[in-house]
């Protein structure tokens, strides 16, 4: 069967009402949170997984995605009109989408958000139907060697490009692997100081929640504010027709950014809203209008922002390797279900892929038609008191961990591990790397012990594909550019001193 005709299934398949009900659950419930400052997709998803127990894995992935999608919209509805970003890749709609709000354009700025995030996200779920097939069909002929280097690549990259300190994010990775290690996976008990509770592991399911939901409230409980913030009113998101002619090039040459980065093994949309916010500067007719709510900052931003979360999909479906945090958390869902993603995952599950994926065109064109209408009453969202917030946040994510094995140790080891994420928050030490560490480990042992069994333990084995050795220089290569980097900044400074 081709792929047109799987989509066609896997859109029969999505359009079924329990489905749809799902979609239009996660667009809105991604939107929500989104909105709300602090509370990304990725703790969401974290809180939610304890849910894969009891509800089918096409409903359940259909509802994670529409959440990961809406996550990234409601980002933008925060930073115009707060000026304060709920994800990392929506600081740089602050910078002219909150100008445009103070300037009394607010509705401006969220239309041309929301219809950004349509196109580009359209556009990117198609680039991801036409190349993840063909990746996985490419990686499924990969050995144990050249899989075990592409791993190691992923780890390398989403840490090295993180943070303003590789020291701090290279510490997140080693604690993550750490708790990879504890358990009896290998027949030997590691890390589980003599608990027989410990000799399964422990869940990363309750370490997501851990991390995501109990270290960010805390983190947030510690420095919260009584002052309530203060809101710029929003009127229904409408365009004019000069609006429309800035936006609809700033939102082509945004996907064009976005996809390809978030389909990177370092991933994220950090670099390519950026890059899009620079590229429209340039190109702007009225560059002075830049600093003051130029419309195009806004435009190009956010497309690149959601072509990036489509693009995030491909390593991780033809792969199984996440790039950002929300893909850690879904790829967790697909383990929920015992279902192991990567280049067999085409030929194993191909249903409920192709399902996933045609929900992310129903999903994303769900955004566009309840967005834009409920733009004011997501403002309304944002005058939800803090502590009420974060004390549900703190009662569900006990309960979810709790119902992983109904067991108090559970709740335990989710108090170490969110004092954990409270420190990690504390000194700077991005958590990405941690998850991903955790997540990775096992598979990065796992590949390695299936590569060495295969060779009788010669190491030589390691780079005996050429993929495995194009792989390795480009880590080689990458790693002699930061210790380069960081001896010129080094020399740089001594210069000043003297």
Not at 40 to 47: F, K, Q, S, V
Not at 231 to 236: R, S
Not at 356 to 381: C, E, H, M, Q, R
Request: aromatic share 10%; net charge neutral; with cysteine.
């Amino acid at each position: 069967m081709g792929s047109f005709d799987l989509l066609m299934q896997g859109f029969e398949n999505a359009f079924t009402p329990t489905n749809l009900l799902y979609a239009c659950i996660g667009v809105l419930l991604g939107t929500a949170v989104g909105v709300l400052p602090g509370i990304g997709p990725a703790m969401t998803l974290a809180l939610l997984l304890p849910i894969t127990y009891s509800v089918e894995p096409a409903s359940a992935l259909i509802m994670f995605a529409g959440i990961y999608y809406g996550g990234m919209y409601g980002g933008s509805t925060t930073s115009i009109l707060l000026n304060t970003p709920g994800e990392s890749s929506s600081v740089v709609t602050a910078i002219e989408g909150n100008k445009m709000a103070k300037a009394g354009r607010a509705a401006q700025a969220l239309a041309t958000a929301a219809i950004g995030s349509f196109v580009a996200g359209t556009i990117g779920t198609l680039l991801l139907v036409l190349f993840a097939p063909k990746l996985a069909t490419e990686v499924v002929k990969l050995g144990a060697p050249s899989y075990f280097a592409l791993l190691l690549l992923a780890l390398f990259a989403v840490t090295a490009v993180l943070g303003s300190s590789r020291l701090r994010g290279f510490t997140a990775l080693f604690i993550g692997l750490a708790i990879g290690l504890v358990g009896t996976s290998t027949g030997q008990p590691r890390l589980t100081f003599g608990s027989p509770l410990l000799a399964d592991g422990i869940d990363i399911v309750v370490v997501a929640v851990a991390i995501f939901a109990i270290g960010e409230a805390l983190w947030v409980a510690s420095h919260l504010r009584r002052r309530p913030l203060d809101i710029i009113p929003v009127g229904q998101p409408w365009m004019s027709r000069d609006d429309w002619g800035r936006s609809w090039k700033p939102w082509l040459r945004g996907t064009a950014f976005g996809f390809p980065f978030g389909a990177l093994p370092a991933g994220g949309a950090e670099l390519p809203t950026f890059l899009s916010y620079i590229t429209e500067r340039k190109l702007a007719k009225n560059p002075e209008e830049f600093g003051h709510g130029a419309i195009e900052g806004v435009a190009g931003p956010e497309a690149a922002n959601n072509a990036s979360a489509a693009g995030t999909l491909v390593p991780l479906l033809a792969m199984g390797l996440p790039t950002t945090a929300t893909a850690a958390v879904i790829l967790l869902a697909f383990q929920s279900y015992g279902i192991e993603t990567g280049p067999g995952l085409f030929d194993s599950q191909p249903i409920l892929v192709w399902t996933l994926l045609a929900s992310l065109f129903i999903g994303n064109t769900l955004l566009l038609v309840l967005n834009l209408p409920l733009a004011p009453v997501w403002a309304k969202l944002l005058q939800i008191p803090r502590p009420y917030l974060y004390a549900g946040i703190l009662f569900f994510a006990s309960l979810g961990a709790y119902s992983v094995n109904f067991q108090w140790f559970d709740l335990l080891i989710l108090l170490v591990i969110g004092l954990l994420g409270l420190a990690m928050r504390r000194f700077g030490l991005p958590v990405l790397p941690l998850i991903i560490g955790v997540i990775l480990g096992p598979r990065l042992e796992a590949q390695l012990t299936e590569a060495l069994a295969i060779s009788s333990g010669d190491v030589s084995t390691l780079w005996s594909e050429p993929v495995a050795v194009i792989v390795y220089v480009i880590i080689g290569a990458t790693l002699l550019f930061i210790i380069g980097n960081g001896l010129r900044t080094m020399a740089n400074n001594r210069k000043v001193d003297a």
